[in-house]
């Protein structure tokens, strides 16, 4: 079955990077778009970015557009998050997530496979 394992969380300081990975296994990731979303505390999961599953195309919330960048890595079956200038707001839980939809959706459930996520904590 579709398994998705983040991984790269941990406490940084404001300004500061980090690169989250999310391994993939049991599916043919190649054929499958990759998304990250995150959640804060008391708020809902939110949309953070996508990648198409040619790896031609992505698209970032406007909260982290210029500052995380969105990729992946077929052949090591791995999407990754590079996260630049981290200021608190980018607390949350980050999780990772799969779909075959034809039109990608910021709507979380419009992605049926998720990881069980990676705690990002940034302090000021």
């Known amino acids: 079955q579709v398994q998705l394992v983040e991984s790269g969380g941990e406490s940084v300081q404001t300004g500061g990077s980090l690169r989250l990975s999310c391994a993939a296994s049991?599916?043919?990731?190649?054929?499958?778009?990759m998304g990250w979303f995150r959640q804060a505390p008391g708020k809902e999961r939110e949309f953070v970015a996508w990648?198409?599953?040619?790896?031609?195309?992505?698209v970032y919330a406007d909260s982290v557009k210029g500052r995380f960048t969105i990729s992946r890595d077929d052949a090591e079956n791995t999407v990754y998050l590079q996260m630049n200038s981290l200021n608190p707001e980018d607390t949350a839980v980050y999780y990772c997530a799969a779909t075959q939809r034809v039109f990608l959706s910021t709507n979380r459930d419009d992605w049926p496979h998720w990881g069980q996520g990676t705690q990002v904590t940034v302090s000021s």
């Open positions: 990648i198409t599953r040619s790896g031609d195309s992505a």
């Open positions: 049991g599916f043919a990731f190649r054929v499958y778009h």
